[in-house]
């Protein structure tokens, strides 16, 4: 096992103006360590990091199959996506085809998160709906997975709904972390978020990537389907579909709020997780990049989309240069 340092700084000039600590944990599929930086036992919210594992119950039930569905709902169904045309047609295609129409997803409307999809809204005049809200794949297919089951989709948010509570057993499963021991909380988008320590974070992406890899049916589905849409995972602009693509799929990385993030390299059979301790999504990226590149899973020579996420430049007022935002080491 190796220590690594992937904290990030804030320069002006030649001095560091602030320091953000990153906690991360890599592991194999068995548990065992390989790598960490500070707290691998650092508990927190997994966040949106979770999508995969709460589309699994659904996968793994059949009902999926049931509907006229392919690997782009999938891909939706676990995208932390950027509010773009193509991610809000494919959301509102899918609760049609459920009979069910926006106001039936439970995440509230918001801004989208990718330029691109910013710049079309304002351009055409739009006001954002619920079907932009970057969960609005999940929400729809929860509401599947709650109408093929015969469950109320009404509620089917709360905690104590089959549906939250099959994620819960989802989670537990992969994690290695007993569902009692799992505290849970309401995401941003209003579903239940779970607590977990990195290191069960990290256990669960290398169990889920080396699972796909040796041909688990379920597993399989979701890395084929993210490989084959990554645009549909986040975006033009979005890191996780950035990296999916410079990494030619090698990597499967999601994104959570609040500077946490899980990344499976399945081809290795190995997950990591990381947290940025102040939640600063500036470190976040470029914190994830850095730890590819101590596992060697990134070359030390960065292709220029990931080079530029690596290290980005702190403009003043007048456009001119002043710092940047990179590694401390």
């Known amino acids: 096992?190796?220590?690594?340092?992937i904290d990030i700084v804030a320069t002006r000039g030649p001095a560091v103006e602030s320091t953000h600590r990153v906690h991360a944990a890599v592991v194999d599929a068995t548990g065992a360590l390989i790598a960490q930086a500070h707290d691998v036992n650092f508990v927190t919210v997994w966040r949106s990091c979770a999508k995969?594992?709460?589309?699994?119950?659904f996968l793994e039930?059949?009902?999926l199959d049931a509907l006229d569905w392919d690997a782009r709902e999938i891909a939706l169904a676990c995208a932390s996506h950027g509010g773009e045309p193509e991610h809000v047609a494919l959301a509102a295609d899918m609760l049609e085809r459920l009979g069910l129409e926006e106001g039936d997803l439970a995440c509230g409307p918001h801004e989208p998160l990718s330029r691109r999809g910013a710049r079309l809204m304002l351009q055409s005049g739009e006001r954002p709906t619920r079907l932009h809200n970057n969960c609005s794949g999940k929400h729809a297919a929860m509401l599947a997975h709650a109408?093929?089951?015969?469950w109320p989709t009404l509620g089917y948010e709360q905690d104590a709904h089959p549906v939250q509570q099959s994620a819960l057993a989802s989670v537990a499963q992969w994690s290695g972390v007993p569902a009692d021991r799992i505290a849970r909380s309401v995401d941003g988008c209003g579903v239940s978020a779970f607590s977990l320590p990195l290191r069960a974070m990290a256990l669960?992406?290398?169990r889920f990537g080396a699972a796909?890899?040796?041909?688990?049916?379920s597993p399989a589905r979701i890395l084929a389907a993210l490989r084959a849409n990554p645009f549909l995972l986040g975006g033009t602009d979005r890191f996780d579909t950035v990296l999916l693509e410079e990494t030619g799929g090698r990597v499967i990385a999601k994104v959570g709020a609040e500077g946490v993030h899980s990344i499976?390299?399945?081809?290795?059979?190995?997950?990591?997780?990381?947290?940025?301790a102040d939640g600063a999504?500036?470190?976040?990226?470029?914190a994830v990049i850095r730890l590819l590149q101590h596992l060697a899973v990134l070359p030390a020579s960065l292709s220029p989309r990931l080079a530029a996420i690596l290290e980005t430049p702190i403009l003043n007022t007048r456009g001119t240069v002043v710092g940047a935002v990179r590694p401390a080491a």
Request: no cysteine.
């Open 61 to 63: 039930s059949g009902e």
């Open 264 to 276: 499976a390299v399945p081809e290795q059979g190995i997950g990591a997780a990381i947290k940025v």
């Open 52 to 57: 995969p594992f709460q589309l699994l119950p």
């Open 212 to 217: 796909g890899e040796r041909g688990d049916e």
């Open 204 to 206: 669960a992406f290398a």
């Open 147 to 150: 109408l093929r089951k015969g």
């Open 1 to 5: 096992m190796k220590s690594i340092d």
């Open 281 to 286: 999504p500036r470190a976040q990226h470029p």
